[in-house]
């Protein structure tokens, strides 16, 4: 492994040595000149009155969502008590060896093979569902939670709180949607190792539905979006944000080589990590994870329990001004798009970013993941960031340090002010979950980038370690320098895989209600066996 370190890190120097050479204001000169056609492209806003305008990228993600709701016969509340027996493991023999191998069920598994006539191996996948779950999370749990709630309730007001939770309602039945088809149509090589993701389900599914060269033209676009994705909002954004946290914390000069000196460290500690592959950015997110979330979720449940009687209040100001815009300019629909669109963008719903890391999972019926993924967007939306809503809403009746309808730029300051108010110097532990966030997210969006590579450029060891190279140089400039036109192309190719994916896998989705009614009947098969396993010892007994 230091060999491998050394030999990474030999090779960023010289490019680390062209970015100090080059100028915040020229690179991002640069990039506004070659790229602001495409941002402008993806982020276009269609008017519907002199008042508020919609993102179509936004119109996209929400008619995708709710469309799968409905397909699917609203999963994302009739599969919620499923997913969690799913999580604690209660189907693993199944996932594993097959309905049909361990209660006799006729059903075929994969490929239409018989399994009681061949020998079983267990299931394809390199992680639990637990795991591939915690990897998901860590790349959109993050600064969307902790600043960007704030920066939707400073334009959008309270009510933003309501459309948010809707969005990550709906975006439940859309992970659940393309989680399925990446189990369903992911690659295993001979080593054990899985390629998943849009990028096949896109190729291989529209194959089979007569549409190859179609499938073809949207997976090659799906992967070259995923690769910038991953350099820029994935990689480079959570950086900067990062470094930016800490030079606050230690209160050290912007103007220094801090920024340099947090990227390199940061490098090296992501370079550990994702040398190991998805194996390995498995076992950490699922430790990072649930630590800091859970102790962001508890601090948020001490300020709400110290303000329980304004809890009420709270819930009766995001009510009224989901439904009346109060005091919002825009009105009720501008307060609508600023809760949907936090909502969309935080969990990433339709994006098929998770998609990757959920095709890794060890299981045999592909919708069992498809059913653990939705509860990604509840954690994320649902819980989480009406967590963060409700604090500040609470801690701003009597603090009055955000003022509804005027926008702000700095949401982390904001949430921090708000915690602070309760638990003094808590902006210090919400820095270091910052810092823990964004290093999770870039582990896990450097998978989600390395999927996309190896599609374009195919599967070898220095195949690997050229886009290795690149993500870890990435993420020393992005720690280095100050971000403007380069983050806005980044968003702008994370939110334009939208558009293939969800073309894809509204095609696809006869398929993923064959494999939903094939895994219900494969837990209906252990079910009843275990069901006249009991009846048959009670009359024995």
Not at 254 to 282: D, E, H, T
Not at 392 to 403: P, Y
Not at 509 to 523: G, N, T, V
Request: charged share 15%; hydrophobic share 50%.
């Amino acid at each position: 492994m230091k060999k491998y370190l050394l030999s990474i890190f030999t090779l960023i120097l010289p490019l680390l040595n062209f970015a100090q050479q080059t100028t915040s204001e020229k690179i991002d000169v640069i990039f506004k000149d070659y790229t602001g056609w495409f941002v402008d492209a993806i982020f276009y806003e269609i008017p519907f009155s002199e008042t508020y305008q919609i993102p179509w990228v936004l119109i996209v993600l929400v008619g995708g969502a709710l469309f799968f709701t409905i397909y699917f016969k609203f999963i994302n509340v009739t599969g919620f008590r499923m997913a969690i027996k799913v999580v604690k493991g209660e189907y693993e023999d199944i996932e594993k060896h097959g309905a049909d191998t361990l209660y006799g069920d006729s059903t075929p598994n994969e490929g239409e093979d018989i399994i009681e006539t061949i020998k079983d191996e267990g299931a394809d996948g390199e992680v639990s569902h637990f795991q591939a779950l915690t990897a998901a999370l860590s790349a959109t749990v993050g600064l969307g939670n902790i600043a960007g709630v704030a920066v939707a309730l400073s334009i959008g007001g309270p009510g933003a709180t309501f459309w948010m939770i809707v969005a990550g309602l709906l975006g439940m039945a859309s992970k659940f949607a393309e989680c399925t088809l990446g189990v369903k149509y992911r690659d295993v090589g001979e080593d054990g190792t899985v390629y998943g993701g849009p990028m096949y389900y896109l190729t291989k599914g529209l194959r089979s539905k007569g549409m190859g060269g179609f499938g073809k033209v949207l997976a090659v676009l799906f992967a070259i979006f995923v690769i910038g994705g991953s350099f820029g909002g994935g990689n480079m954004f959570q950086a900067n944000q990062a470094a930016a946290q800490f030079v606050k914390l230690f209160e050290l000069d912007p103007a220094s080589n801090a920024g340099l000196y947090f990227g390199l460290v940061m490098a090296a500690l992501v370079a550990i990590v994702i040398i190991g592959g998805i194996k390995r950015i498995a076992k950490v997110t699922e430790k990072v994870v649930p630590f800091m979330a859970g102790i962001y979720v508890l601090a948020s449940l001490i300020i709400l329990g110290a303000n329980f009687t304004l809890i009420d209040d709270a819930f009766a100001l995001i009510y009224e001004g989901a439904f009346s815009g109060l005091g919002i300019a825009g009105g009720l629909v501008g307060v609508m798009i600023q809760g949907i669109r936090r909502g969309a963008f935080s969990n990433e719903a339709g994006v098929g970013s998770a998609a990757i890391a959920h095709s890794a999972v060890r299981t045999k019926y592909p919708a069992s993941e498809g059913i653990v993924a939705l509860l990604e967007p509840f954690v994320d939306t649902v819980v989480i960031c009406t967590m963060t809503a409700l604090v500040i809403v609470i801690t701003n009746f009597d603090g009055g340090f955000m003022e509804y309808g005027v926008e702000i730029t700095e949401g982390v300051e904001i949430t921090a002010t708000a915690f602070d108010t309760v638990i003094p110097h808590f902006s210090v532990v919400l820095t270091i979950a910052v810092i823990l966030f964004a290093f999770s997210t870039m582990i896990s969006w450097s998978y989600y980038g390395m999927q996309g590579w190896v599609f374009l450029f195919g599967k070898g060891k220095i195949t690997d370690l050229v886009y290795k190279i690149l993500f870890l140089f990435f993420v020393v400039v992005g720690a280095s320098i100050s971000l403007g036109a380069v983050i806005n192309f980044s968003d702008a190719m994370i939110f334009a895989m939208v558009v293939p994916n969800i073309i894809g896998v509204i095609i696809l989705s006869p398929i993923i209600k064959k494999e939903l009614s094939r895994y219900y009947k494969a837990i209906s098969v252990k079910d009843d066996a275990i069901e006249d396993g009991a009846e048959d010892l009670n009359e024995i007994l």
